[in-house]
């Protein structure tokens, strides 16, 4: 059992909890809480931490995973230490990093040039399904921990098939996000890139149309028709998207509003857009 301040496995939670730069080069992630470790694939865990006052209980639950991982007991004063919560749960797990390309995220694009061998015609086939709209969406600059978190919990509600970050977005692996997210991290597929435009110019060479939020907007959000491939685009929530960024869009989209509300926040904003389409998308396969 850990029992001191000083051990090296507490010292290195802390800095994983702090510092992105520890994170990176460890290539894992810190989840604290019982939801969070419930959830993750087992494959993807490194260590589990248990406070020594919820060891019972967790071992009772969660046993047979907690048999299959690399587990440590910590003394309760110490495990409060290594938490980032205030009211911890008594268990802190270390997960490795996602890696996700491009090209993972438009899979489903891409199988759709596979060709029938006994019609000659082009389908696409996902898990023997035939998919041909795919939503994404791209964040520029999105600086708000609880906002990005939010963001990935609605994507997984409306069945995002993947969110792509710009380079100076919020880092998701931040503690504060991860939490935010509740779970949805480990399923919805990601990506960081260095060119947003380079990005965008790619998904629209696959067919994609893409939609920026934009409050001066030449269509209101709900006068589209996003049941073919989309992708939304959202910009920093004080400053909206960079003119270059929003050049590169299909159509630029707003979102109507009453009284003096000048603006949603990025998480309400991609809320509104997802729902839309997946409102649509749902009455389309009604009929």
């Not at 100076?168 to 931040?174: A, F, I, R, S």
């Not at 435009?197 to 920026?212: E, F, P, S």
Request: aromatic letters at 8%; hydrophobic letters at 35%.
């Amino acid at each position: 059992m850990i029992t001191s301040f000083s051990n090296k496995s507490v010292r290195e939670v802390i800095q994983l909890t702090q510092k992105a730069k520890a994170r990176n080069k460890q290539d894992v992630f810190v989840v604290e809480g019982i939801k969070m470790f419930a959830e993750v694939p087992t494959e993807k865990i490194v260590r589990v931490y248990l406070a020594q006052r919820a060891e019972k209980e967790l071992r009772e639950t969660y046993g047979k995973k907690l048999d299959r991982v690399f587990c440590e007991i910590v003394a309760d004063d110490v495990f409060d230490r290594m938490s980032d919560t205030k009211t911890p749960q008594g268990v802190l797990t270390l997960v490795k990093q996602y890696h996700y390309r491009l090209e993972d995220l438009l899979k489903r694009v891409q199988a759709a040039k596979c060709i029938d061998r006994n019609t000659g015609r082009n389908i696409s086939i996902i898990g023997g399904v035939h998919k041909k709209n795919q939503l994404y969406l791209i964040v520029e600059d999105i600086q708000d921990p609880g906002n990005l978190g939010t963001i990935f919990r609605t994507g997984e509600a409306v069945g995002v098939d993947g969110i792509i970050m710009s380079s100076h977005t919020v880092d998701l692996y931040n503690p504060k996000t991860i939490r935010s997210t509740m779970g949805s991290v480990y399923r919805v597929p990601f990506i960081y890139t260095e060119n947003i435009g380079d990005t965008m110019r790619t998904l629209q060479k696959n067919n994609i149309r893409i939609y920026a939020a934009d409050l001066h907007g030449d269509k209101d959000y709900d006068a589209c028709d996003y049941r073919g491939a989309s992708a939304f685009l959202i910009g920093n929530e004080g400053s909206g998207l960079r003119q270059e960024t929003a050049d590169c869009a299909d159509v630029r989209i707003r979102i109507p509003m009453e009284g003096n509300v000048e603006s949603l926040n990025a998480a309400a904003a991609t809320t509104v857009l997802f729902y839309e389409a997946y409102r649509q998308r749902r009455s389309s396969a009604k009929s």
